[in-house]
């Protein structure tokens, strides 16, 4: 080894990284300075933090915790809820990934999402830590802290874990919830299907692209908060109408169909606006008739090859469970329009019964979110958005969460011993 050499190997310093600590563990992530000042790959951030990027030309879109952060390549400043921050530093993209100011993440993120990080300077090799505290709701129930333990994120292909698969353990600091859950995420449409053609959508967008990418940010914002979630779908693919509630068997709580509203052309077609959330029952009203039809209408592009029983013995199976869980799926329905109609520029259209097919093959609580209108200008705007997909599936997100915490509750009133 030559003097020279042995000189580099001892005064480079050791790699710089950033500590990511939440209640659901540590993880280190490398810093990276090749611009001039410090950044970190977004990539990096999205397991630890259940932090989502868009990219769309110049724009980089990141949700974290519900707030949106909306960057432009290459300028110092970034967006979030009206505000702008100045930043130490530029977002850029290299090797295929986004890489943010570390500015952002200690200073820009603790200010702008509430009570909900800290940034603690920190010794040796760590820059600092960034700290995600538990949310005010879920500190009621007294665990020790480092005893609990959250699923990790579901991909669409791994199979879920068994349900409630021992005694209730330690509340989940996120949410309150105890037990593990699993959640099937049905993007409406796909492939050869396109769904609605999006009267409002820019550019070539169709229902089938807004359904998939809601669904996709659906999944992340429920890993976030400890919820085991796949998807019927993760790509531009169809999926018969049949068998897409046969994904949610018996490791799965419940079933959530995505998909956006239309209006037929009319005069006034493009004054109907928001967003409205469907369980199963027969059809009372035209209006409702019309969603149904409309979103029963893929069944053209069914290739014939579906599992589902049919005849009259199907049938009954089928009558057998949607009435156990029509209750269920109504509460879950108003809960998730509840919290989605708070964020939905369009206005709250309520809970609606319509006799979806997509929900009659679910074997658990089945909803479909009718997530606006593509016929509507706002409503179009909003959902061909990153903005208006993360503030619509983190919304749904809330409202599953709810409905959780309700069936929990009931559980330990049915048993009051379980786990003890
Ligand atoms: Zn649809």
């Known amino acids: 080894m030559s003097v020279l050499l042995w000189l580099v190997l001892v005064t480079v310093p050791p790699p710089q990284v950033v500590m990511i600590a939440t209640p659901r563990g540590e993880t280190s992530v490398p810093i990276t300075t090749e611009r001039g000042t410090a950044a970190v790959a977004a990539l990096r951030l999205g397991a630890p933090l259940g932090l989502t990027v868009v990219l769309d030309g110049s724009r980089a879109t990141v949700g974290l915790s519900g707030a949106v952060f909306v960057f432009q390549l290459g300028a110092p400043f970034v967006r979030a809820g009206g505000v702008v921050y100045g930043l130490v530093g530029e977002p850029y993209v290299a090797r295929d990934s986004v890489f943010l100011p570390l500015h952002w993440l200690a200073d820009c993120v603790p200010r702008a999402v509430g009570g909900r990080y800290r940034w603690d300077p920190a010794a040796g090799a760590e820059v600092g830590r960034l700290v995600e505290l538990p949310v005010a709701s879920a500190v009621t129930a007294a665990a020790p802290p480092g005893v609990v333990t959250t699923p990790p994120p579901a991909s669409s292909t791994t199979p879920a874990p068994p349900r409630n698969p021992g005694p209730a353990s330690a509340p989940n600091p996120i949410t309150g919830l105890r ?20 009267r409002y959508f820019p550019g070539h967008l169709v229902e089938k692209d807004i359904t ?3 669904g996709r ?4 914002e429920l890993a976030r908060r400890g919820i085991g979630a796949s998807l019927t779908r993760s790509t531009d693919s169809l999926i018969d109408l049949v068998d897409r509630g046969a994904f949610c068997k018996a490791d799965c709580d419940l079933f959530v169909s995505i998909h956006v509203n239309a209006m037929p052309e009319g005069r006034r077609a493009d004054r109907v606006s928001g967003v409205e959330t469907y369980f199963l029952s027969d059809a009372k009203t035209e209006d409702q008739q019309r969603v149904a039809q409309m979103e029963n209408e893929a069944i053209r592009f069914q290739t014939g090859t579906s599992s589902a029983p049919t005849g009259p013995l199907g049938f009954i199976l089928r009558d057998l469970q949607l009435n156990e869980y029509l209750r269920e799926s109504a509460q879950l329905a108003q809960l998730v329009q509840d919290s989605a109609a708070r964020i939905h520029p369009g206005g709250d259209r309520g809970v609606q019964q319509a006799g979806f097919m997509v929900l009659t093959t679910a074997r658990r609580p089945a909803i479909l979110v009718e997530t606006g209108f593509a016929t509507n200008r706002t409503d179009g705007a909003f959902l061909a958005s990153s903005l208006g997909q993360h503030k619509i599936a983190s919304a749904i997100a809330e409202g599953i969460v709810a409905y959780l915490l309700e069936f929990e509750r009931k559980l330990a009133v049915a048993a009051p011993a379980r786990g003890r």
């Open 179 to 198: 037990l593990r859950h699993t959640v099937v995420i049905d993007p409406g449409h796909g492939g050869v299907d396109p769904g609605n053609p999006g």
């Open 212 to 214: 998939l990418a809601v």
């Open 217 to 220: 940010l659906l999944r992340a």
